[in-house]
Each structure stands twice: as structure tokens, then as C-alpha cells.
């Protein structure tokens, strides 16, 4: 009798144990999520990308304009959102009011201190800082390492420069960082 109690406690602390362990990880260290929605696309797909996102370089301001960020909806709070971090404290940052409108009406406006101006990559399907402006740094969550198409294909997230010559934040121009990646999709 006693051995099966005991071969049972065994059991349930193994559990315990493993279930502690992927909280902290979950929690503190990287976290896998399943990534949907227009607003990142070509970078991220509708629907289908797995993503691996590491928790630690927001904690320590390791964060930076280029990297892709899962941050917490300012909106919406028990969502998060993926987006690209255009501008960090400080910096100007030059946006189009309305992208569908082609008179190119823009504003500008200044990062405020302990705040990240995001923005979706498909300017025309994304609620972002044009929407809803600065979004503090407290609510960045995670920084994007790598995405997996379901269908088989891993690449790194790369970083991204963004060309500002064209002065329009809107239509940025994105120049990889990365050597290369192989996209087994056939696209």
C-alpha cells in the first residue's frame, strides 16, 4: 500500500517539477506561439507561422527599431499583438495619417521618454502607434528570434534597417541584415 502511494507521489512531483519548468520558461525565459493576423505580412504569415520569441532583451532594454516585438495590446490588454519597433525614445518619427488616402498626409511626432512607437509591416491592415501612438515600454513582451512555416521551412528574424529617405515611415524601404534564408514555400 505504501509503495503505491508513494510511487504515486513520486509521479505527481515529476509533473510538478516539469510543469514549474516550462512556466519559468514560458514566463521568463522564450515562449512559442502561433502567429495570425494581416499585420505583418510579407514578414509574417496570415496564418500558419510558429514563432520562437525570447523574453530576456526587453528586460534588460535590449530592444531596438528593426526587431519584430510581441507587446502586449494597449487596447486590448489580455491580447498581444506582433509588430516592428519603428522608434525608440527620443527618436522622430514621420507616418502616414491615412495610407489609403493618396494625397500622403503625414504627421510627426516625437517618441516620449519610456516609449516605442510600433507599426505593422502591411501599413494598410494594422492597428499600430499610428492608431493608438506610443506604446509604453513596459509593454513589450518578448522580441521575435525565428518564425516556422507549418509546411517544414524555419528562418531567422532578421533585423531590419529601415531606408528613410524617402521620409515617409509608411513606405519604408526594408534592407535585410541577414546573409540569407531559404524559403521552402516556392515562392
Same mark, same amino acid.
Given at each position: 500500500?505504501?509503495s =503505491?502511494?508513494r510511487?504515486a $507521489? %513520486?509521479k505527481?512531483?515529476?509533473v510538478?517539477?516539469?510543469?514549474g =519548468? ?5 514566463s521568463?525565459?522564450c515562449?512559442v506561439?502561433?502567429a495570425?493576423g494581416?499585420?505583418? =505580412?510579407?514578414?509574417i504569415n496570415l496564418?500558419g507561422d510558429l514563432i520562437?520569441a525570447e523574453?530576456?532583451s !526587453?528586460?534588460i ?8 516585438v510581441i507587446v502586449?495590446?494597449?487596447?486590448v !490588454?489580455?491580447?498581444v499583438?506582433?509588430?516592428r519597433?519603428?522608434?525608440?525614445e527620443? %527618436?522622430?518619427?514621420?507616418?502616414l ?6 494625397d500622403?498626409?503625414?504627421s510627426i511626432?516625437?517618441? !516620449?521618454?519610456?516609449?516605442?512607437? =510600433?507599426?505593422g %509591416?502591411?501599413?494598410y491592415?494594422s492597428?499600430?502607434?499610428?492608431d493608438?501612438g !506610443?506604446?509604453?515600454y513596459a509593454l ?6 525565428w518564425?516556422? $512555416? ?6 531567422p528574424?532578421?533585423k $531590419?534597417?529601415c531606408?528613410w529617405s ?6 519604408l524601404?526594408?534592407l535585410?541584415?541577414c546573409?540569407?534564408?531559404q ?5
Amino acid at each position: 500500500m505504501w509503495s =503505491i502511494i508513494r510511487e504515486a $507521489f %513520486d509521479k505527481t512531483l515529476l509533473v510538478a517539477k516539469a510543469y514549474g =519548468i516550462l512556466h519559468i520558461t514560458n514566463s521568463y525565459l522564450c515562449t512559442v506561439a502561433l502567429a495570425y493576423g494581416p499585420s505583418m =505580412i510579407p514578414t509574417i504569415n496570415l496564418t500558419g507561422d510558429l514563432i520562437l520569441a525570447e523574453r530576456i532583451s !526587453p528586460r534588460i532594454g535590449k530592444v531596438g527599431v528593426g526587431d519584430i516585438v510581441i507587446v502586449r495590446s494597449p487596447v486590448v !490588454p489580455r491580447r498581444v499583438v506582433t509588430k516592428r519597433v519603428v522608434g525608440m525614445e527620443g %527618436d522622430q518619427v514621420t507616418y502616414l495619417l491615412d495610407p489609403h488616402n493618396s494625397d500622403e498626409v503625414h504627421s510627426i511626432v516625437v517618441v !516620449p521618454r519610456g516609449h516605442v512607437w =510600433i507599426q505593422g %509591416d502591411n501599413i494598410y491592415n494594422s492597428k499600430d502607434s499610428r492608431d493608438f501612438g !506610443p506604446v509604453p515600454y513596459a509593454l513589450v513582451e518578448a522580441k521575435l528570434l525565428w518564425r516556422s $512555416f507549418v509546411r517544414g521551412a524555419s528562418i531567422p528574424v532578421c533585423k $531590419f534597417a529601415c531606408d528613410w529617405s524617402s521620409g515617409m515611415c509608411g513606405r519604408l524601404k526594408i534592407l535585410v541584415q541577414c546573409n540569407t534564408y531559404q524559403d521552402r514555400r516556392g515562392k
